[in-house]
């Protein structure tokens, strides 16, 4: 027979741990407060029709997704043009839960960026930067608390700083991904939505409301992002799973 | 520095290829003739409101989507059940286009599962199996070809003897893929959708429309079954990507 490199793979991964990434889809979960909700319908019965069938609807926001730079550039790249080999990919977590225990809406700094990289080595090329804020462990379960709207309805959570963001671009990163609705916040700026212009801006990538990032080491991560290949999306709801060390 | 065995095992993933075996969802694409069509809305735009999103609508069914045993097992096991370990698996193909250019409505047989296995050993446990009938690659881009409705609005395709899945469920797979609408087909028989039974019936998997079978060998093959976790899914629109040898 000849040798095959799959099955030798596969009890690679067999030997290490799989996290999911991705809460579960569930009528009621947090969204953008503007957007309309995420929604199951029930289309057959085995009762009635022989066979249990279902529609969704949701935003391409919705869950955990992937954002493609054309979410905030015009012209740029849409989730059905994004290359497979952007899909499985190496990742660290950089944890800044103590931070926003002390500033709800801090954003993820180039100084912690610097600690980060002091101890583990610099962020490798092509990686994702997981950002743990502990916020979705937090508060998932109250997507008023989750979503943290002020009086004026704006989003007051954890984020990244536009400064970091292009730290890590210059790092040529794959992406940042986060576990709250967005890597930007309410923060003042001289423009909107920083973070996601820098990294969009730069062919680069976000992913958002992702789960279980507590449960990560801080290295030593495969990221397989099964992201819908939504023609034209601006993001696509995705199935992310990550591979750690068993120990 | 500890080692970290992420970046090797990805160097691995690197030296294979990776092949997208999830169709683009695009509007006006293939689906069950009596289900609503898969729908997407521009809910934003940059130039009016700083931001482009979207919103999407589908079947549980539509495009490449990982069916879940209660799909027609009352009790059975729902999308957001599955254990992470059953997405990321081992693959077999085996090719029954030739039988299907004579008769367009065959079902895999149990007499091709052993041919495949004289020639290939036999399917490894836990494998999935994909069934590479040509359906998909000649007909996506036509929607009534591709369901290739009678007069009665039967549908007319290849697809898995009740059978074979026997066979395949003693092998203890995974699961079946087939490149059609459904591994079940209108060939008579005493109960419906008798493969999808067999099984379902015995907590294993499905999956459909699956594209590029033509692009993998018929071993060495990884699969990452992006399935979205729909709480109560009868079924998950999936991103799949298949892992093979680069040479």
Redesign the interface.
């Known amino acids: 027979?000849?040798t095959?490199?799959?099955?030798a793979?596969?009890d690679?991964?067999?030997a290490?741990r799989?996290?999911?990434l991705?809460?579960?889809?569930?009528m009621g979960m947090p969204g953008m407060p503007r957007?309309?909700p995420y929604e199951?319908t029930v289309?057959a019965t085995?009762a009635e029709r022989?066979?249990?069938?279902?529609?969704?609807?949701?935003?391409?926001?919705h869950?955990a997704h992937f954002d493609a730079p054309?979410?905030?550039i015009?012209g740029g790249r849409t989730m059905?043009e994004v290359p497979?080999?952007d899909?499985?990919?190496?990742a660290v977590v950089i944890d800044c839960a103590a931070s926003v225990a002390s500033d709800p809406e801090h954003r993820l700094t180039v100084a912690e960026v610097a600690a980060w990289e002091q101890v583990h080595?610099p962020v490798?090329e092509r990686a994702w930067v997981l950002l743990r804020t502990g916020w979705l462990a937090d508060r998932w379960s109250d997507p008023a608390r989750y979503a943290n709207a002020d009086a004026d309805g704006v989003l007051r959570h954890p984020a990244l700083h536009p400064d970091a963001a292009r730290l890590l671009v210059e790092r040529g990163i794959g992406g940042v991904g986060i576990d709250t609705l967005s890597v930007d916040n309410a923060a003042p700026s001289d423009i909107?939505?920083p973070s996601h212009k820098v990294l969009h801006g730069a062919d680069r990538y976000v992913m958002e409301n992702l789960a279980n990032l507590e449960q990560l080491p801080p290295?030593?991560?495969?990221l397989?992002?099964?992201?819908?290949?939504?023609?034209?999306?601006?993001?696509?709801?995705?199935?992310?799973?990550a591979?750690i060390?068993a120990g």
């Open positions: 027979m000849t095959h490199a799959a099955p793979l596969l690679a991964l067999r290490r799989l996290v999911d991705s809460p579960p889809l569930v957007a309309l199951r289309t085995l022989g066979v249990n069938t279902g529609r969704i609807a949701l935003s391409e926001h869950g054309v979410h905030f015009e059905s497979l080999t899909l499985v990919v190496e080595d490798p909107r939505s290295r030593d991560i495969l397989f992002i099964g992201a819908l290949p939504v023609v034209d999306g601006t993001a696509g709801p995705a199935r992310v799973l591979s060390p």
